[in-house]
T-cell receptor, first 110, second 113 residues
Framework: QKEVEQNSGPLSVPEGAIASLNCTYS??????FFWYRQYSGKSPELIMS????GDKEDGRFTAQLNKASQYVSLLIRDSQPSDSATYLC??????????FGQGTELSVKP | DVKVTQSSRYLVKRTGEKVFLECVQDMDHENMFWYRQDPGLGLRLIYF???????EKGDIPEGYSVSREKKERFSLILESASTNQTSMYLCATFRGGLYNEQFFGPGTRLTVL
């Protein structure tokens, strides 16, 4: 089992819709979780960090963490074509290294 | 805001050349990292440093070395570039605290011919 798993997509949503990106992880000891956005040919940009169970909102983005189910999600409200990118879910493993899922490609259609 | 800069966005080198990639951060962070990112392989950690003159090997250190003479600057060195080192190289810095976040520089797309 991979340490962090994401659906690779592509996930396609119409402009204005809610995009839902999901991530599961295997290590129950993981504490902090991250969502990075990566445009094609660019570097990953940190958009959300979450530590506690529940929801964390920042503008159009909401991160949700459920440690009992070992599940992290990112919701993007009012999706825009500029949100089209690959979204990476990450956490630290027991060795203290930042590890990522394979990324979910999101396409927002005008 | 955390600012991480890398010396070049695009670089083309020939096999056997010695290549220097430089990374600078302006936040006085102690920990810095070098990754490479390849399609299908994701991000892989090459080296990291948790203080000046300190370095630790990551998952794929072979063919690379690093230098950290000043806190703000972390250099990745390819001693003798090879075609399998063609990749996107990403530097990151670490902000401790509740989340322990890493912030990436813009990346250097290196092509070795």
């Amino acid at each position: 089992q991979k340490e962090v798993e994401q659906n690779s997509g592509p996930l396609s949503v119409p402009e204005g819709a809610i995009a839902s990106l999901n991530c599961t992880y295997s290590d129950r000891g993981s504490q902090s979780f991250f969502w990075y956005r990566q445009y094609s040919g660019k570097s990953p940009e940190l958009i959300m960090s979450i530590y506690s169970n529940g929801d964390k909102e920042d503008g159009r983005f909401t991160a949700q963490l459920n440690k009992a189910s070992q599940y992290v999600s990112l919701l993007i409200r009012d999706s825009q074509p500029s949100d089209s990118a690959t979204y990476l879910c990450g956490t630290y493993n027991q060795g203290g290294k930042l590890i990522f899922g394979q990324g979910t490609e999101l396409s927002v259609k005008p | 805001d955390v600012k991480v800069t890398q010396s070049s966005r695009y670089l083309v080198k020939r096999t056997g050349e010695k290549v220097f990639l430089e990374c600078v951060q302006d936040m006085d962070h102690e920990n810095m990292f070098w990754y490479r990112q390849d399609p299908g392989l994701g991000l892989r950690l090459i080296y990291f440093s948790y203080d000046v003159k300190m370095k630790e090997k990551g998952d794929i250190p072979e063919g690379y070395s690093v230098s950290r003479e000043k806190k703000e600057r972390f250099s990745l060195i390819l001693e003798s570039a090879s075609t399998n080192q063609t990749s996107m190289y990403l530097c990151a810095t670490f902000r401790g605290g509740l989340y322990n976040e890493q912030f990436f520089g813009p990346g250097t797309r290196l092509t070795v011919l």
